[in-house]
């Protein structure tokens, strides 16, 4: 069965950092794309930023709001992913969920990806 | 930037058939995804690249696309369906994910 388990979430002052994990299991997590996907209290999803399997280059995306403060990487070791968060603001607190990535590619050889299956998330709290 | 739109509530009664409507300028070229969040829960995806249903998820559940724009439906809705649906899907160029507003379902 494939399990995601997300932690390391917390309450952060507005300027300072976290980093989630996520631990992973029930599949073969090197071969895997993954995604982050946050959600504030009382709002609707926002897709954070993926990392490609590193035998796709392993390369990373991020969601404009995101881009330069926020990193992902992966230790397929551990089977686990990870999401530093640098630069926090009161608008970063929201429930962060770790997805597996389904993907294809279009005509134009884009990659687009999508969420599949979802962590139970864990909480981040910016505020001083 | 780019946009997926939704209706922010249907209503139905139990048995009726649901219809969750998402407009996007790209889904003429692009997949939608649908994904439904009971109260509390993480999201689960319900309908992958227009009109897939992923294992464990009812046949009353389906998807299509045409033009601009995707449907999700759900035909003899129960109880249990009532939830946030959101639909997905990315821009022309792959470069911005979106996610619609969200759409609360009713069933009562």
């Known amino acids: 069965e494939v399990q995601l388990v997300e932690s390391g979430g917390g309450l952060v002052k507005p300027g300072g950092s976290l980093r989630l994990s996520c631990a992973a299991s029930?599949?073969?997590?090197?071969?895997?794309?993954m995604i982050w996907v946050r959600q504030a209290p009382g709002k609707g999803l926002e897709w954070v930023g993926r990392?490609?399997?590193?035998?796709?280059?392993?390369?990373?995306d991020y969601a404009a709001p995101v881009k330069g403060r926020f990193t992902i990487s992966r230790d397929d070791s551990k089977n686990t992913l990870y999401l530093q968060m640098n630069s926090l603001k009161t608008e970063d607190t929201a429930v962060y969920y770790c997805?597996?990535?389904?993907?294809?590619?279009?005509?134009?050889?884009?990659?687009?990806?999508?969420?599949?299956?979802w962590g139970q998330g864990t909480m981040v709290t910016v505020s001083s | 930037s780019y946009e997926l739109t939704q209706p922010p509530s249907v209503s139905v009664s139990p048995g009726q058939t649901a219809r969750i409507t998402c407009s996007g300028d790209?889904?003429?070229?692009?997949?939608a995804y649908w994904y439904q969040q009971k109260s509390g829960q993480a999201p689960v995806p319900v309908i992958y690249?227009?009109?897939k249903r992923p294992s464990g998820i009812p046949e009353r559940f389906s998807g299509s696309s045409s033009g601009t724009m995707a449907t999700l439906t759900i035909s003899g809705a129960q109880v249990e369906d009532e939830a946030d649906y959101y639909c997905?899907?990315?821009?022309?160029?792959?470069?911005?994910?979106?996610f619609g507003g969200g759409t609360k379902l009713t069933v009562l």
């Open positions: 997905y899907s990315t821009d022309s160029s792959a470069n911005h994910r979106v």
């Open positions: 690249e227009d009109s």
């Open positions: 790209a889904l003429p070229k692009k997949y």
């Open positions: 990392i490609k399997s590193k035998t796709d280059g392993g390369t990373t």
């Open positions: 997805t597996t990535a389904t993907y294809y590619y279009d005509i134009s050889a884009w990659a687009n990806d999508a969420s599949d299956i």
């Open positions: 029930g599949f073969t997590f090197s071969n895997a794309w």
